[in-house]
């Protein structure tokens, strides 16, 4: 009923700067937080960055002053700007909304496929 789709990923330079997309469709009611999380090779899945439906944002220790989440409501669609990205930094980054599909469903987390960052030293 409802899909995440993630776009954005791939190679880049220690130093360099990617931006994540990440776009819902389907049948969306209203969109509560949206995140997003990575996961590197051997290890759990980490929350890097969450946004409100209102605008408030979080993110992990690790990324901020480099990574900036953002959103555009009218899109369905949150944003993921990363900075100064690091070795440290290669991933899946997974997109995470939890939504509504009626004013009569509670929210529902859902997820997507996953996009790949890789950072080269």
């Known amino acids: 009923q409802v899909q995440l789709v993630e776009s954005g990923g791939g190679l880049v330079q220690a130093g360099g700067s990617l931006r994540l997309s990440c776009a819902a469709s389907?049948?969306?009611?209203?969109?509560?937080?949206m995140a997003w999380y990575r996961q590197a090779p051997g290890k759990q899945r980490e929350l890097v960055a969450i946004i409100t439906s209102g605008g408030a944002t979080t993110s992990a220790d690790s990324v901020k002053g480099r990574f900036t989440i953002s959103r555009d409501n009218a899109k369905n669609t949150v944003y993921l700007q990363m900075n100064s990205l690091k070795p440290e930094d290669t991933a899946v980054y997974y997109c995470n909304a939890g939504v509504r599909t009626s004013w009569a469903v509670r929210s529902k987390d859902y997820w997507g496929k996953g996009t790949l960052v890789t950072v080269s030293s």
């Open positions: 389907g049948s969306i009611f209203s969109i509560n937080d």
